[in-house]
């Protein structure tokens, strides 16, 4: 992996706050030429720093209005355990983080789901039935103060 000079570390920053913008607009902002904008661009993308892209979407306007963190604790602390854990999070659409944790829990959950009836659903008939899982908690979030976090760059 390159070193990050000052200019990529601009990049990444212009591209964090919108990576709509084209390489010409990217390159106004932080002093270089769209060609090599899109150099770096692409070799970020290749060494794996710029690890993709998406459009934010307001969570409610889709219909999934409740916001949950989930705390789970594993009934074993086994390999295969954990491993079949991993692999129900990654196919549960609901899970939009997964954080293996130090602590009482195992794992945290941040959960975007349409109602409390959906929120029962997934607990009660995904997570506590499934043979990985001893304990469940909830908590629902009221209000979202900050979303999403950028990455606090270092200065150049």
């Not at 150099?39 to 290749?46: I, S």
């Not at 959950?109 to 506590?128: C, P, Q, T």
């Amino acid at each position: 992996m390159t070193a990050l000079d000052a200019f990529d570390l601009r990049l990444l920053d212009a591209l964090q706050r919108d990576a709509s913008q084209t390489n010409g607009a990217l390159a106004e902002t932080i002093g270089l030429s769209a060609s090599q904008v899109s150099r770096r661009r692409q070799r970020l993308e290749q060494e794996g720093t710029i690890r993709g892209y998406r459009a934010l979407i307001e969570p409610a306007a889709i219909g999934l209005g409740v916001t949950v963190f989930i705390h789970v604790a594993l009934d074993t602390h086994s390999r295969d355990n954990a491993r079949r854990f991993r692999d129900l999070v990654r196919l549960t659409p609901a899970v939009l983080e997964a954080h293996a944790l130090t602590g009482e829990a195992d794992y945290l959950l941040k959960v975007a789901v349409g109602d409390l009836k959906e929120l029962s659903r997934l607990v009660n008939e995904i997570l506590l039935p499934h043979e990985s899982v001893a304990r469940v908690r909830s908590e629902i979030a009221l209000e979202t103060l900050k979303e999403p976090g950028l990455l606090p760059l270092p200065s150049p």
